[in-house]
């Protein structure tokens, strides 16, 4: 049974959405529909945070958020090589 969350974006991460190109914006709106669901194939912890950091590839951009209980909370979406600077 998968756990439904609800899903906050900060105005910055959906201004870097909207700057994308049409195709990686289907995409990424495909995985975090999937992240609402609970699926969370392709999420990894980041590194040096606190345990509710993540990542979530879609390729070649990742979704960075935080997971709250049953919130996730869309902090940047970026392109892979400046994802972790």
Do not use: C
């Amino acid at each position: 049974m998968h756990v439904k969350f609800t899903v906050y974006y900060k105005t910055s991460a959906m201004k870097e959405l909207e700057r994308l190109p049409k195709n990686a914006q289907q995409k990424i709106v495909e995985s975090i529909v999937a992240l609402e669901r609970g699926d969370f194939y392709k999420v990894e912890k980041l590194q040096g945070y606190d345990d509710y950091y993540r990542s979530k590839r879609a390729w070649p951009y990742r979704i960075l958020f935080v997971v709250e209980e049953s919130v996730i909370r869309i902090t940047h979406i970026v392109h892979r090589q400046g994802a972790y600077k």
